[in-house]
């Protein structure tokens, strides 16, 4: 095992399974790889065990492994985005963006002026669904770990970690000590709400809030990966 | 006429018209604001000129004038994307985004790689149809000038220009040097075509070409605006 870099996609399509030292393909995957992907006995592939572990690898009837192991390092601190489910909201397509985008963690909100509601039930085959368009958007993207999709809870009560910061036109710049940025619904945030919790603007335009999540995710990972230092 | 900032969204919704001194709502618009916004008579609303002058007005049979035209100053520098067709790629889901995040130009491109071609007819088509995309998301993100969307060119003629830097893994990180970032299509560009033009890296991850022009617009605008600074 050696310590290293994610893939850079050079390496054919990336696949998650639960061992890197004996990797072994499900019957899903090998049809996706194999029927959408077109790839042939040969051709090369990385396999990842979605825990910070990736090798290359060759496809076939068995997998056969190319290269050792490789373990990438996790990032110095972990950045998270939740955001509010709204009526007109594309939540697969947050979820997806941030997952791509290399965010750590994704929280699924319901916030006081949060128009939809899903009961229990709903809740659970929504998180099911966007399950698979975590790990669809972390092969994708080449990720070594997934991020955390966690179940639909009350934004406030996730605002009680002191790191959480709320999204709120006219607020500060994004700097290293917001770890979780909650992006609210339509109507924004409710005064109880935003309480005394720091809250960060994300620029003079109006987003839409699957615009407001995307663009935090992309700035917070960049921030993260010090690609750019906070404002002055 | 005074100096100030954008609309923040809470003066009811925004619409673009020939003349703020005496503005007109369009037959369309009119049906937009009544039907689908469900605005009434007496209800605020803000006209914009598109050209950086705006003001609060009420609806009506006749629109009224409730405040004082406000100029916004032009930014500071201006900052664009480009990105190829892709096959698979939404041009109207980053056109939608980069005007919501407030980028000031937008080309669409073909690239040695790209598989996308449109013939003339199409080009117009697809052009129309992603300008009235960039006046909807103006009107949503309350922006009081609207990016410049440029008709398809080839990628290698745009980036003649000395600002331009192409997106490609491994690539430096963006600053403010980088006015026009181009996106290459799925097969990446053609050594041709990055020549020993500047190259920005958008993260470890990646990114889906659609992913890296938001990506690289939420970045850029908040470089723009100084909300960050570059790496270190």
């Not at 997806?96 to 699924?108: A, M, N, P, S, W």
């Not at 009961?119 to 990720?143: C, I, N, W, Y």
């Not at 009350?154 to 009680?160: F, G, K």
Request: net charge negative.
């Amino acid at each position: 095992m050696m310590i290293g870099a994610p893939p850079d996609g050079r390496g054919g399509p990336h696949v998650f399974m639960d061992d890197v030292e004996d990797p072994v393909l499900s019957a899903d995957d090998r049809h996706h790889l194999s029927r959408v992907l077109r790839l042939r006995d040969g051709d090369a592939l990385t396999v990842c065990d979605a825990a910070g572990r990736w090798r290359p690898a060759s496809f076939g009837d068995l997998l056969v492994v190319t290269g050792d192991v490789v373990e990438v390092p996790p990032p110095a601190r972990e950045v998270a985005v939740g955001f509010a489910l709204i009526k007109s909201g594309r939540p697969e397509l947050v979820v997806q963006k941030l997952t791509e985008l290399g965010v750590d963690r994704i929280l699924l909100l319901s916030a006081e002026r949060s128009v939809v509601m899903w009961d229990e039930g709903k809740a659970a085959v929504q998180l099911h669904r966007l399950t698979r368009v975590v790990r669809e958007a972390g092969m994708q993207s080449r990720r070594v770990r997934l991020p955390v999709l966690e179940p639909l809870r009350q934004a406030s009560v996730v605002a009680r970690d002191p790191t959480v910061a709320m999204a709120e036109p006219g607020g500060s710049g994004l700097d290293g000590d917001v770890g979780v940025l909650l992006i609210g619904p339509e109507g924004g945030w409710t005064e109880a709400e935003l309480g005394d919790r720091r809250r960060v603007g994300l620029g003079s335009t109006v987003l839409r809030a699957e615009t407001a999540a995307i663009a935090a995710g992309a700035l917070m990972v960049a921030l993260r990966d010090a690609r750019v230092s906070a404002g002055s």
